[in-house]
């Protein structure tokens, strides 16, 4: 069965500090893909980035970043330069290709402190 | 209007009301989806429809009944709802329901039953 798993339900950090939010996941399938997303005060979800399982390099969009370690399975996102607006519920998901599911953590709550 | 709306935003009702959800996405995609997020639990994903034709119920009970008019719009029927059943209701959509297409979500519809 697939999973995802977020170890941090609550983080504090640093106006202009770098920060990493943890994601492991597990599957027996060798094609996936693994996304983050933002989820703001207000509640929506916010796409933020995108890794798939055959990607060599790993992905950055902007300030973001996925640290992909395959063989570890873990898909941590960093955040740099971090600014007041990226204070929200962070969640990592899955999607295994031959499914029609995407399965989501349970997130991490990022506090950005002045 | 662009990206997926959803309305109401806000809704509360009885146990004995019928209500229903919109979901509309502007994005040309075939895939709609229908989650719900209750405190402290991961995001669960309800319904899944693609090209209109439903291809996942996640043992939803029978008081949620999705409908998939067409590619665009999606709703969510409500009927003898459960205060257990209080959540915030996200739908999403994404070009395909396989690979690595995001899914794009709308604001929500932040539900309370009494």
């Known amino acids: 069965a697939q999973k995802i798993t977020q170890t941090q339900p609550g983080m504090f950090v640093q106006e202009k500090e770098a920060v990493t939010l943890d994601c492991t996941y597990d599957t027996s399938d060798p094609s996936y893909g693994l996304f983050w997303y933002k989820q703001p005060s207000s509640g929506e979800m916010i796409f933020l980035i995108y890794q798939g399982s055959y990607d060599q390099q790993n992905a950055t969009e902007g300030r973001y970043s996925l640290n992909f370690q395959k063989a570890r399975k873990s898909a941590n996102l960093v955040i740099s330069a971090s600014q007041l607006g990226d204070s929200a519920m962070y969640f990592c998901a899955m999607r295994v290709f031959r499914d029609d599911k995407i399965i989501f953590g349970k997130g991490t709550r990022l506090h950005i402190l002045p | ?114």
């Open chain 2, 1 to 114: 209007e662009t990206g997926v709306t959803q309305t109401p935003r806000h809704l509360v009702m009885g146990m004995t009301n019928k209500k229903s959800l919109k979901c509309e996405q502007h994005l040309g995609h075939n895939a709609m989806y229908w989650y719900k997020q209750s405190a402290k639990k991961p995001l669960e994903l309800m319904f899944v429809y693609n090209f209109k034709e439903q291809t996942e119920n996640n043992s939803v009970p029978s008081r949620f009944s999705p409908e998939c008019p067409n590619s665009s719009h999606l709703f969510l029927h409500l009927h003898t709802l459960q205060p257990e059943d209080s959540a915030l209701y996200l739908c999403a959509s994404s070009q395909e329901i396989t690979g690595g297409n995001e899914q794009f979500f709308g604001p929500g519809t932040r539900l309370t039953v009494l």
